[in-house]
């Protein structure tokens, strides 16, 4: 079974640092084809995709974050890191983690999310 | 900021059957897969469709998909009051290198 859960603060200030943590079950990072994703969503909008890194260390981006974005991940502890710079309170959501895998036991199972309000 | 472009919502009757499309372009629908995914209120989305028309394990036959250019469907067949959710569509932006994901569209059984 498939698992992954964010973790992280659920208020930061402005201009601060977001560092959210996934960690994850049933799969690896050292799995071909296989990558952990950040997904974002403010309150009543759409799901926003921030980023993905994959198995062998690609990394992409969402074009108009890429410059406050870093995924890193920690293979040997189950666990993805996001990093989003400068916060600011239009970046207020729920942020999602989620498992992927393009191959042949594809798979996309996301996490419960967790609220990040961004306010001083 | 979303680049696929879904109608706010659709409606019909119990046991009725909805479709609701997604609107893309050559460098997303019309050269990449599709995905569907299925969100109820205060939940994470789930995954609906992959590859265009495939369905997970678990999902019923009551949910289809199909692509057609820069265009994809998701059918939704004997709707029932379960069924009411928020439905997005999903793909690879080879222009991007990017996911981008619908506006959404709320499903509304009658």
């Known amino acids: 079974q498939i698992t992954l859960k964010e973790s992280g603060p659920t208020q930061v200030k402005p201009t601060q640092t977001l560092t959210l943590t996934c960690t994850f079950s049933?799969?690896?990072?050292?799995?071909?084809?296989?990558?952990v994703g950040w997904v974002r969503q403010p309150p009543g909008k759409a799901l926003e995709w921030l980023g993905v890194i994959y198995w062998d260390d690609d990394e992409f981006y969402s074009p108009s974050l890429k410059s406050r974005l870093a995924i890193t991940k920690d293979t040997s502890k189950n666990q993805v890191v996001l990093k989003m710079t400068n916060m600011n309170p239009v970046d207020t959501a729920t942020y999602y983690c989620r498992g992927i895998n393009d191959g042949l036991d594809a798979f996309d199972v996301w996490g419960q999310g967790t609220m990040v309000t961004v306010s001083s | 900021q979303s680049v696929l472009t879904q109608p706010p919502s659709v409606s019909a009757a119990p046991g009725q059957k909805v479709t609701i499309s997604c609107y893309g372009s050559s460098s997303n629908i019309g050269n990449n897969y599709v995905s569907w995914y299925q969100q109820f209120p205060g939940t994470a989305p789930k995954l609906l469709i992959y590859d265009n028309k495939k369905r997970p394990s678990g999902i019923r036959d009551r949910f289809s998909g199909s692509k057609s250019g820069t265009s994809a469907t998701l059918g939704i067949t004997g709707l029932q009051t379960g069924d009411e959710a928020d439905y997005y569509c999903?793909?690879?932006?080879?222009?991007?290198?990017?996911?981008?994901f619908g506006t959404g569209t709320k499903v509304i059984v009658l």
């Open positions: 999903g793909a690879w932006d080879s222009s991007l290198s990017a996911e981008v």
């Open positions: 049933g799969f690896s990072l050292r799995t071909t084809g296989v990558g």
